[in-house]
T-cell receptor
């Protein structure tokens, strides 16, 4: 299995809703990432997890709450979002670093619309 | 983190070779150079990665000069399906075995018939 699977593919939520995005990989990767991408812009790093521990939080507002329950699963919990949070949310994973660096494997993303 | 600079857009025709250059003047010693391709509403797809000199795989070549302050992605004989955004990323492994890769603005490649 060489994929990163993200669910749902599309999500519409109201500003008072609570929802979660899910990301799963079975490649044995021990680092997982969340990126946010607005239309016609490059992906922006949000969070990095390494060995299930939060390693980087790029000053993301607390209405976004990441969680890494195990080495294969990464969640992004959403609460009280604003319309400007509408974007494509991308998950990625990477194998542990060694002599060579291999970069990320990305999922196809969740298209989030906040109404 | 090294900042990257790429052309905003490029046009080409089917069958031509396309070269996209990326500038990364403050690349660090342990940084690698990685290129990704992205189609609309899809996740970025890994194309190629290198540290120095030349790397070639089945879809592209990557040329890196000795000073490593720039790199050139070469796509041989492009087709219409190569129309996409191409990102150059510079980064290396961190102490906790993760990476921190920051995307530059990317190059929008349009391949015409």
């Amino acid at each position: 299995d060489t994929e990163v699977t993200q669910t749902p593919k599309h999500l519409v939520m109201g500003m008072t809703n609570k929802k979660s995005l899910k990301c799963e990989q079975h490649m044995g990767h021990r680092a997982m990432y969340w990126y946010k991408q607005k239309a016609k812009k490059p992906p922006e790093l949000m969070f990095v997890y390494s060995y299930e521990k939060l390693s980087i939080n790029e000053s993301v507002p607390s209405r976004f709450s990441p969680e890494c329950p195990n080495s294969s699963l990464l969640n992004l919990h959403l609460h009280a979002l604003q319309p400007e949070d509408s974007a494509l949310y991308l998950c990625a994973s990477s194998q542990p670093t060694g002599v060579e660096m291999y970069g990320y494997t990305f999922g196809s993303g969740t298209r989030l619309t906040v109404v | 983190l090294a900042k990257t600079t790429q052309p905003i857009s490029m046009d080409s025709y089917e069958g031509q070779e396309v070269n996209i250059t990326c500038s990364h003047n403050n690349i660090a010693t342990n940084d690698y150079i990685t290129w990704y391709q992205q189609f609309p509403s899809q996740g970025p797809r890994f194309i190629i990665q290198g540290y120095k000199t030349k790397v070639t795989n089945e879809v592209a070549s990557l040329f890196i000069p000795a000073d490593r302050k720039s790199s050139t992605l070469s796509l041989p004989r492009v087709s219409l399906s190569d129309t996409a955004v191409y990102y150059c990323l510079v980064g290396g492994p961190r102490m906790d075995s993760s990476y921190k890769l920051i995307f530059g603005s990317g190059t929008r490649l349009l391949v015409r018939p």
